[in-house]
């Protein structure tokens, strides 16, 4: 079996995520994931808590560990195409543990 070329992590656990919609966040992705057949190359998987409360849903994209924050389903289709696929990760919703950065 190959490894994951990346691997996201969705907050879906603690007391503020799951309100935000984070698990909506990770079925999006998923979905998204599925419909361009990368399932075998991407991995999406629900976390649990990444202390960041007040700031989700919040995801974490790895290798590069880059932190997404405030993340909507609507915003799922972008981060797969500009950042899973296209490597250009989608600055509007970067997070740096502070805040976005915009």
């Known amino acids: 079996m190959d490894v994951f070329q990346k691997h996201v992590f ?5 007391k503020i995520c799951p309100t935000q919609g984070s698990v909506e966040v990770c ?7 599925s419909e361009r057949g990368l399932k ?12 960041q ?26 981060i797969v195409e500009s950042h899973l696929i296209g490597g250009k990760p989608v600055e509007k ?7 976005r950065i915009v």
């Open 10 to 14: 969705v907050c879906t656990t603690g």
């Open 27 to 33: 079925d999006a992705l998923r979905k998204e994931i």
């Open 40 to 51: 075998k190359q991407i991995r999406i998987n629900k976390s649990g808590c990444f202390d």
């Open 53 to 78: 409360c007040g700031n989700g849903p919040v995801i974490v994209v790895y290798p590069e560990s880059t932190w997404y924050a405030h993340v909507e389903p609507s915003d799922c289709k972008e």
């Open 93 to 99: 919703l970067l997070y740096d543990g502070k805040g």
